[in-house]
């Protein structure tokens, strides 16, 4: 802001209308429209969003597109499978025969924690729908 900028917002605030140049018009113009607001207050909104976001419907819908995206993603699977002719006995995976435990323990150990934050923090926290 310029000096002149803050002089006019001085005056604005003190209440001095002193000048009536362009520039003090256009500061009371925008001072009238700020202190509008814009969005006046709905009664109820907030208990609508939130129950927008609760409703089953949407949990519903959400399922839906979550077993249709498996689905698909196996449906897309077996189709490369057949294709492609994909052979498992692949050199790849006999390397990972030897750490068959250790894959085993890291998909307990990621079920455990999902199994955790199910039963313990979503429920007390509720920091998840």
Same mark, same amino acid.
């Given at each position: 802001?310029?000096?002149?900028?803050?002089?006019?917002?001085?005056?604005?605030d003190?209440?001095?209308? !002193? *000048?009536?140049?362009?520039e003090?018009v256009?500061?009371?113009?925008v @001072?009238?429209?700020?202190? %509008?607001d814009?969005?006046?207050?709905?009664?109820?909104?907030a208990?609508?969003?939130?129950?927008?976001v609760? !409703? !089953?419907a949407? $949990?519903?819908?959400?399922?839906?597109?979550?077993?249709? $995206?498996i689905?698909?993603?196996?449906?897309?699977?077996?189709?490369?499978?057949?294709?492609? $002719? &994909? %052979?498992?006995?692949?050199?790849l &995976?006999?390397? @990972?025969? *030897?750490? !068959? *435990? @250790?894959?085993?323990?890291?998909?307990a150990?990621?079920l455990?924690i %999902?199994l955790?934050?199910?039963?313990?923090?979503?429920?007390?926290?509720?920091?998840?729908?």
């Open positions: 802001m310029t000096g002149s900028d803050e002089q006019i917002q001085n005056d604005l003190a209440g001095l209308s !002193s *000048g009536n140049s362009a003090h256009a500061y009371r113009k @001072f009238r429209a700020l202190s %509008n814009p969005y006046p207050n709905q009664p109820g909104l208990d609508r969003v939130v129950s927008r609760t !409703s !089953s949407a $949990g519903d819908r959400d399922l839906f597109w979550l077993a249709a $995206g689905a698909l993603f196996l449906a897309a699977a077996v189709l490369a499978i057949v294709k492609t $002719g &994909f %052979n498992p006995h692949v050199n &995976f006999k390397s @990972f025969s *030897g750490y !068959s *435990g @250790f894959v085993i323990f890291a998909v150990f990621i455990l %999902n955790i934050d199910r039963i313990w923090l979503r429920d007390k926290l509720k920091i998840y729908p």
